[in-house]
Nanobody, 121 residues
Framework: QVQLVESGGGLVQPGGSLRLSCAASGSISHINTMGWYRQVLGKQRELVATITSGLSTNYADSVKGRFVVSGDNAKNTVYLEMNSLTSEDTAVYYC???????????????WGQGTQVTVSD
C-alpha cells in the first residue's frame, strides 16, 4: 500500500507565492519520478512539473520561470514552489509518483488526493 499526502494549498493574491509538498509512504522500493498535475473543473488534468530521481526536471510552458519543482529522495518528498501566481493558476493540484513496490518490479503511477490552490483578490 502506497500513500501520497499533499499539503500547502490555499488562497493567495495575484502575484503571490505558495509552496506545495507531497510525501510518499508505504511499501516503496523505488520512486522513479515525482511531480505535479493540476485540474480545473470541466477541463482535463494537465502536467505542471516533474522531477526524476536523478533530479532532471520538466515543466509545462505555462509555468516555466515561475514554478520550481524539487525533491528529497531520502524523504520520498516532492515540492512545488509557485511564484508570480495568477488567476490562471487556480486549480486542484495533484501529486503523482511513479513507484516500484518491490525489487525489480515495474513502476506504476500513484496519485495524491489533491489540494486546492486559489489565486484571487
Amino acid at each position: 500500500q502506497v500513500q501520497l499526502v499533499e499539503s500547502g494549498g490555499g488562497l493567495v493574491q495575484p502575484g503571490g507565492s505558495l509552496r506545495l509538498s507531497c510525501a510518499a509512504s508505504g511499501s516503496i522500493s523505488h520512486i522513479n519520478t515525482m511531480g505535479w498535475y493540476r485540474q480545473v473543473l470541466g477541463k482535463q488534468r494537465e502536467l505542471v512539473a516533474t522531477i526524476t530521481s536523478g533530479l532532471s526536471t520538466n515543466y509545462a510552458d505555462s509555468v516555466k520561470g515561475r514554478f520550481v519543482v524539487s525533491g528529497d529522495n531520502a524523504k520520498n518528498t516532492v515540492y512545488l514552489e509557485m511564484n508570480s501566481l495568477t488567476s490562471e493558476d487556480t486549480a486542484v493540484y495533484y501529486c503523482i509518483a511513479y513507484i516500484a513496490t518491490g525489487w525489480g518490479a515495474s513502476s506504476f503511477p500513484h496519485w495524491g488526493q489533491g489540494t486546492q490552490v486559489t489565486v484571487s483578490d
